[in-house]
């Protein structure tokens, strides 16, 4: 399949897949709770899963349980930057930690500057989202790399209209090197679909380890493939699912 120009190769069977979800498996939405997986492609993730032997993993900045209700249990599901990985059929914990105060109050004060951004807790990882008001942009990072959060073990990423204040380990990059490790993960190639900064870490792991990375949609990017939508993902993985 070739789209914008870059050919994607087919995934063998003997391939680790790993997935984003927001922007690369479901279309962004300005309200991140009516983001769903399309009619279908269930059905289709279950095909691929079931020929990998299971080695598939959605691998989103979601909290872990947000994620579990928005994609079938019968795969690996990893939430919250890699911070909390889910096996075939085990459950989010009903505790997952919580960010420092002095992180939460500082990101609400700026969350209060700036009318129209609104905040998303996700376990221990906090999102700034100001899809409403793009316009901040430029200003409502500058306060923030201002707030001091590095100082309590945290550091800042910007994504599609959002920042999100993380734990240095959390990382879709050192996520998937992990899994790499395990069963039945290990000894493959591992192949990621991604669309945001935050997956620009988990390219670089797999180009490492001698993986296939593939960027949905434009943007800079260490992916050595490229398709240009969401619709795109859904045809390639429909493509190798045989259906």
Not at 181 to 200: K, N, S, Y
């Amino acid at each position: 399949m070739t789209q914008m120009g870059m050919e994607v190769p087919p995934l063998d069977a003997g391939d680790a897949l790993f997935l984003d979800f927001d922007g690369t498996l479901a279309g962004l939405q300005d309200d991140p709770e009516t983001v769903f997986l399309a009619p279908g492609m269930a059905d289709v993730l279950e095909t691929l899963a079931r020929r990998l032997d299971g080695a598939l993993a959605i691998l989103s900045g979601r909290d872990a349980g947000d994620l579990s209700a928005r994609v079938p249990g019968g795969f690996w599901r990893i939430g919250n930057h890699g911070l909390i990985p889910l096996a075939p059929g085990v459950s989010a914990p009903d505790a997952r930690g919580a960010a420092p105060d002095a992180v939460r109050a500082a990101m609400e004060e700026v969350s209060f500057r700036f009318s129209g951004t609104r905040i998303e807790v996700k376990g221990p990882v906090l999102a700034l989202h100001y899809r409403q008001v793009p316009e901040v942009a430029v200003s409502l990072g500058k306060a923030l790399a201002e707030a001091g959060l590095t100082s309590a073990g945290y550091r800042l990423q910007h994504g599609k209209f959002v920042f999100e204040a993380k734990p240095q380990n959390a990382n879709k990059g050192r996520a998937l090197a992990r899994m790499m490790l395990e069963p039945p993960f290990a000894g493959r190639r591992p192949v990621m679909i991604g669309d945001d900064t935050t997956d620009e870490d988990a390219f670089r792991e797999a180009n490492r380890l001698g993986g296939l990375t593939v960027k949905v949609g434009a943007g800079d990017t260490v992916a050595r493939h490229r398709l240009e939508s969401v619709t795109a993902v859904h045809d390639y993985l429909k493509e190798l699912a045989g259906v």
